[in-house]
């Protein structure tokens, strides 16, 4: 373990996939939090593994909790 | 027909049976255009994330409707029309939710826990490119 490559990227897996994977919903304000960044923007895919169709799914209820105010557009 | 779940945010100083009584209305509106209301949740006096018509906080609630299109636009009509309404937003879903919504089984437990181990996850891991390894020792020390 201690000498790993310098460079060595763990295989990274879609939180939203497999049996009990949590489902994606704009009322479920805990979870979405996971997916933004400090300034309330939303985490790119490449950073949070969310597989493409999963991330799509992600950003609409991200923005529809933001339409009702659950979320943040911008955290200062 | 189709699944509809449509939320309103109400004004902050009218009382919760007021926000009772709008949602009553409300039902009654898409029941009359042909609709069915099959469940209806308060999910309480919450502070927004933004201020919404100079206001801080607001009376939210959730119907889960079956309905034709019709009684969706004249449902949503009567919210535009009604000052007590701060925003809505109806969305049309694959099926209805029996159970309580996510937001009625969290509004119990507000424990901040879970929330903050992620952010400190998330602070080291948004700004760098690749893991140093003197960061993932500590994290996999037992393995050795």
Redesign the interface.
């Known amino acids: 373990m201690r000498s790993r490559r310098p460079f060595f990227r763990r295989q990274k897996s879609c939180p939203f996939s497999g049996p009990n994977a949590p489902k994606i919903d704009y009322k479920d304000v805990k979870l979405l939090q996971r997916f933004v960044s400090e300034r309330g923007k939303i985490v790119p895919r490449r950073i949070t593994a969310v597989s493409s169709k999963k991330q799509r799914e992600l950003a609409r209820a991200i923005k529809r909790a933001r339409n009702l105010a659950l979320m943040p557009f911008v955290l200062d | 027909m189709s699944y509809y779940e449509s939320?309103f945010?109400a004004r902050p100083d009218i009382t919760a049976a007021q926000v009772e009584s709008l949602t009553e209305t409300f039902k009654g509106i898409v029941s009359e255009n042909g609709g069915t209301a099959t469940k209806d949740e308060y999910w309480g006096l919450?502070s927004?994330?933004?201020k919404?018509k100079k206001n801080r906080k607001?009376h939210?609630t959730?119907i889960n409707l079956e309905a034709p299109p019709a009684a969706i636009s004249e449902l949503e009509r009567n919210m535009r029309l009604n000052e007590d309404i701060l925003?809505f937003?109806t969305?049309k879903v694959d099926a209805l939710e029996e159970e309580p919504?996510?937001?009625m089984r969290?509004k119990g437990s507000r424990d901040d826990r879970?929330?903050r181990d992620?952010?400190g996850r998330?602070?080291d891991?948004?700004p760098r490119q690749?893991a140093s390894?003197q960061e993932e020792k500590p994290s996999?020390g037992g393995?050795?």
Request: hydrophobic content about 35%; overall charge neutral.
């Open positions: 939320v945010i919450k927004l994330a933004y919404i607001g939210y959730m925003r937003m969305i919504s996510v937001m969290n879970g929330r992620d952010r998330r602070d891991r948004a690749e390894p996999e393995d050795e």
